[in-house]
């Protein structure tokens, strides 16, 4: 028997507001053509005064609770992804944990921006799989609106707020290929690209936020490399092939990446999770939000193969599949 990592129910959270391209060009010199054509957005959700990664990131987990049909007393294990939290410490997951009620277990945060959730999805998997968790929540939540530059049309168009989740419990399969689960993740970084993505302070820099600068064509460049090699690598590890991929549940980042993605595995659009035209880039929470929302819209069968990648500032890279 091989102990196996199930999901068992998404659940997402999404701001009230949101901002239009053409709210955004109204100060700032540029268009909702300008932006859509050249990353596939035209909204963004963004948080209000008081609501912070916590807020967005409980709301998520108990959706996903809820989907799953299960008590959070249940839960062991939370890993929250973001890049974004309420404070230096504690952990945004520990106030997570403290909102759902949960008195016991283990809770933390991991930082590797917008690869966040797929490197918590790593860690919760191997939790489970070494036997020291029985249900994990794991969640991708940011308020990225709190460290953008609104003067530079170059990175704030880009971005929202937003938190997604997934509900992880340990069930024993026959190691068979159809087993359902997490079959494999694969994760990857390079500290040499810091510059090309990052943001300009910290507490232990300049005690302030700061805010995010990026080298866009250079990051465009890295991000087609490197993700092919994360999906490549997620492939070899289970002797698999593009086409027997079922969904392709790529990280929001820019639409002609993803388009890049799907091409390479052959798969047609209506195979593709895209969610960026109405989320913009939510960086940790883009995937479990478009997870969340193909998963409640149906689109997700039981037996598929779904397909995850992403790319942050780092640079941090990886990959995981699994069979919903």
Not at 244 to 268: E, F, K, S, T, Y
């Amino acid at each position: 028997m091989t102990r196996r990592s199930v999901v068992l129910g998404c659940g997402a959270y999404l701001p009230d507001r949101i901002v239009t391209n053409a709210e955004l060009a109204t100060r700032l010199d540029t268009s909702d053509d300008w932006i859509a054509q050249r990353t596939g957005i035209r909204q963004r959700h963004i948080a209000a005064d008081g609501e912070f990664t916590s807020h967005l990131a409980t709301k998520a987990a108990a959706k996903a609770l809820e989907a799953a049909g299960v008590p959070a007393s249940s839960v062991d294990l939370i890993v929250l992804a973001t890049a974004t939290p309420d404070e230096t410490f504690p952990a945004t997951a520990a106030r997570v944990q403290a909102e759902l009620g949960i008195a016991g277990g283990i809770a933390f945060d991991v930082q590797a921006v917008c690869t966040g959730f797929v490197y918590a999805l790593a860690v919760a998997d191997n939790f489970i799989k070494a036997g020291q968790s029985e249900r994990a929540l794991v969640i991708g939540a940011e308020t990225f609106s709190r460290i953008l530059d609104w003067s530079d049309r170059g990175t704030c168009v880009l971005f929202g707020d937003g938190a997604g989740a997934v509900l992880l419990e340990a069930q024993e399969g026959k190691g068979a290929p159809d087993d359902r689960g997490v079959l494999s993740t694969h994760l990857y970084s390079d500290g040499r690209h810091h510059d090309a993505l990052y943001v300009d302070g910290g507490p232990s820099t300049t005690g302030k936020a700061g805010y995010l600068r990026m080298q866009g064509r250079e990051v465009f460049r890295h991000a087609v490399v490197r993700l092919a090699e994360a999906v490549d690598a997620a492939l070899a590890a289970n002797d698999l092939k593009g086409s027997d991929v079922d969904w392709l549940v790529p990280h929001q980042a820019n639409r002609r990446i993803i388009d890049a993605m799907a091409q390479r595995l052959g798969l047609p659009d209506e195979k593709v999770v895209v969610t960026i035209d109405r989320h913009a880039n939510t960086s940790a929470a883009s995937i479990p939000l478009a997870l969340a929302e193909a998963s409640r819209d149906g689109r997700l069968k039981t037996g598929q193969l779904v397909l995850m990648e992403a790319m942050g500032g780092g640079f941090t890279w990886g990959s995981a599949l699994l069979r919903w």
